[in-house]
T-cell receptor, first 116, second 117 residues
Framework: KNQVEQSPQSLIILEGKNCTLQ??????????LRWYKQDTGRGPVSLTI?????NTKSNGRYTATLDADTKQSSLHITASQLSDSASYIC???????????????FGTGTLLAVQP | EAGVTQFPSHSVIEKGQTVTLRCDPI?????LYWYRRVMGKEIKFLLH????????ESGMPNNRFLAERTGGTYSTLKVQPAELEDSGVYFC???????????????FGAGTRLSVL
């Protein structure tokens, strides 16, 4: 079954601290892995996209890693800010060569709260 | 440039009524997607349009849901008649390119929160 699991479910950290969010997936056939940030009341916004040949991708203070062998990914946030408070969703794109949609399979997200 | 816009932002209806959600994609984006997030669950794919054609509607829950994209611009998602389990947040997304290996970025709208009472 195609599935994306994230941990922890929620996390509280102090402003300025670093944190790492985890993602494990069982999706086949794999196309790419994405991390999205979703602020309350907004739609998800793409942070990074990685194919199986890319094992790290950075976007400012966000750094994503991918281990395609173990089917694990992480999102590291450096020097957190209050504005980082959001839900972070790991999404795996499944590549169905039959011509159907490149489907996005979502995790349930990690809810991050950054406190002053 | 305007992003993906969805209307209404929130809809409260009674079981058995009809509701129509609207999505305006980013101008020029041929691909339009509908997703749904039911309370406590992950976001799930509903269907995908390429221009006005339904490319993949494998995620549509049942025949009470009807999506259209006349003219290949905006799209509507109608639920008729609505049931309690249809409550959730319905997201629309659009993208420029779509291919087996394309790293197409999907831009999401803010969603429509549907509450069926």
């Amino acid at each position: 079954k195609n599935q994306v699991e994230q941990s922890p479910q929620s996390l509280i950290i102090l402003e300025g601290k670093n944190c790492t969010l985890q993602c494990n997936y069982t999706v086949s056939p794999f196309s790419n892995l994405r991390w999205y940030k979703q602020d309350t009341g907004r739609g998800p916004v793409s942070l990074t996209i990685m194919t199986f040949s890319e094992n790290t991708k950075s976007n400012g203070r966000y750094t994503a890693t991918l281990d395609a062998d173990t089917k694990q990914s992480s999102l590291h946030i450096t020097a957190s800010q209050l504005s980082d408070s959001a839900s972070y969703i790991c999404v795996v794109s499944a590549n169905f060569m039959s011509g159907a949609t490149n489907k996005l399979i979502f995790g349930t997200g990690t809810l991050l709260a950054v406190q002053p | 440039e305007a992003g993906v816009t969805q209307f209404p932002s929130h809809s409260v209806i009674e079981k058995g009524q009809t509701v129509t959600l609207r999505c305006d994609p980013i101008s020029g984006h041929d691909n339009l997607y509908w997703y749904r997030r039911v309370m406590g669950k992950e976001i799930k794919f509903l269907l995908h349009f390429v221009k006005e054609s339904k490319q993949d509607e494998s995620g549509m829950p049942n025949n009470r849901f009807l999506a259209e994209r006349t003219g290949g611009t905006y799209s509507t998602l109608k639920v008729q008649p609505a049931e309690l389990e249809d409550s959730g947040v319905y997201f629309c997304a659009s993208s420029e390119s779509q291919g087996a290996w394309a790293k197409n970025i999907q831009y999401f709208g803010a969603g429509t929160r549907l509450s069926v009472l």
